[in-house]
């Protein structure tokens, strides 16, 4: 009575291989599916590229405090070349701003006194060492001359750099701009930072 007649079994082979033919059908047109037995097995290559998953940490701590360390090291070296170049966003906010950014080329552009003060400095201190200007008012009139060239120096530049900052940024603050000037102004030109982008003698 449950016997299955012989006249069925062909049909339900052709289904069987049907189902199989359109399963193979799936495997290659859906990227995530996985492979029934009996079928090779896809490369990893393969699998990785059809695969888009979100980045996730390393698993190992260490790993990944050196990564993060890497990652810091390379944007430290990033805003450094920045700033070297001037580019606003990376520079600190006392030298933000087109007016101080405007201080740097007027100061940068000419030959001061003022940023050679250090060589001075350093002929006073040789000065005091000397048995016959110890005790006499020589070097105190030197160092006063000195403090006198490099204040008038940076009184006279600061004006001119707030007469250009009226002129050309009415609407910009001015606060601060006249000892920003003299002070930079008393540095070397290759210690200055950000570093020149105008030449000296270059017209501002």
């Known amino acids: 009575m449950f016997r299955r007649r012989d006249s069925d079994a062909p049909a339900v082979l052709d289904d069987t291989a049907d189902d199989a033919g359109v399963a193979e059908d799936e495997a290659g047109s859906r990227p995530g599916y996985t492979a029934a037995k009996g079928r090779p097995t896809p490369k990893r290559s393969e699998a990785e590229k059809r695969r888009r998953e979100p980045y996730t940490a390393p698993g190992d701590r260490k790993a990944a405090a050196n990564q993060s360390r890497g990652r810091d090291r390379s944007d430290r070296t990033r805003r450094m070349e920045a700033m070297r170049r001037g580019e606003d966003w990376a520079l600190p906010r006392k030298d933000q701003g087109p ?45 006063l001359a000195v403090l006198a060239v490099i204040a008038g120096e940076g009184w006279y530049v600061s004006r001119k750099v707030l007469k250009l900052a009226r002129e050309r940024y009415p609407g910009e603050s001015t606060h601060g701009v006249a000892m920003y000037t003299a002070l930079r102004g008393t540095q070397l030109r290759k210690m200055r930072m950000p570093a020149p982008r105008v030449k000296r003698g270059q017209k501002i």
């Open 99 to 143: 007016v101080r950014a405007l201080a740097r080329d007027v100061v940068d552009a000419r030959r001061g006194i003022a940023e050679y003060y250090l060589y001075g400095i350093v002929v006073l201190i040789l000065l005091l060492f000397v048995p016959a200007l110890k005790g006499t008012v020589i070097v105190d009139v030197i160092i």
